[in-house]
T-cell receptor
């Protein structure tokens, strides 16, 4: 069965520092997609970054990058130069078939990131 | 605002009452999803639509839960005979058929007293 594991309930970082949020996944399907979402206290899930299982390069979106290690089944999110507004809950999620958007997303339990000045 | 819109944002209801939530997806998105999120957990998939067709509903939590998308635009999620365990955030998301990501609304927080 598919599973997403986020082992860090909470992370603390100072402004302008980089932080890595861990995510490991389990699937037997060779074709899958991995996502990171941010959920501030307002509740909205904000899409951050996507990595397909066949993508040759690690995904990057501005200050966000995904450290994709396929053999280790890990997809860690790296946030560079943290800002106070980055304080939120972060979820790693997986979809089995990246080319068919109808498949459900399976989410981890999330990591709460707190950025201090 | 062209994002996913959910109404109401908050709903308090007495146990045993029926509730209905509405989701307006991004206009060009043909896929619409419903998720439930309880405290301290990630969202849990409930059902999804492609246009007006409900293509997956086996993960609706019980037969008290139902969803519709009558014209392929907005969708409603109804919970009949609410129970205290139904208290949660209900999230709606939409995506393009060939898209990579789903875009979420701000959710409807349900409290059953």
């Amino acid at each position: 069965a598919q599973k997403i594991t986020q082992t860090q309930p909470g992370m603390f970082v100072q402004e302008k520092e980089a932080v890595t949020l861990d995510c490991t996944y389990d699937t037997s399907d060779p074709s899958y997609g991995l996502f990171w979402y941010k959920q501030p206290s307002s509740g909205e899930m904000i899409f951050l970054i996507y990595q397909g299982s066949y993508d040759q390069q690690n995904a990057t979106e501005g200050r966000y990058s995904l450290n994709f290690q396929k053999a280790r089944k890990s997809a860690n999110l790296v946030i560079s130069a943290s800002q106070l507004g980055d304080s939120a809950m972060y979820f790693c999620a997986m979809r089995e078939t990246p080319n068919q958007a109808g498949t459900a997303l399976i989410f981890g339990k999330g990591t709460t990131l707190s950025v201090s000045s | 605002d062209t994002g996913v819109s959910q109404n109401p944002r908050h709903k308090i209801t007495k146990r045993g009452q029926n509730v209905t939530f509405r989701c307006d997806p991004i206009s060009e998105h043909n896929r619409l999803y419903w998720y439930r999120q309880t405290l301290g957990q990630g969202p849990e998939f409930l059902t999804y639509f492609q246009n007006e067709a409900q293509l997956e509903k086996s993960r609706l939590l019980s037969d008290r839960f139902s969803a519709e998308r009558p014209k392929g635009s907005f969708s409603t999620l109804e919970i009949q005979r609410t129970e205290q365990g139904d208290s949660a955030m209900y999230l709606c998301a939409s995506s393009l058929l060939a898209g990579r990501g789903a875009f979420f609304g701000q959710g409807t927080r349900l409290t059953v007293v």
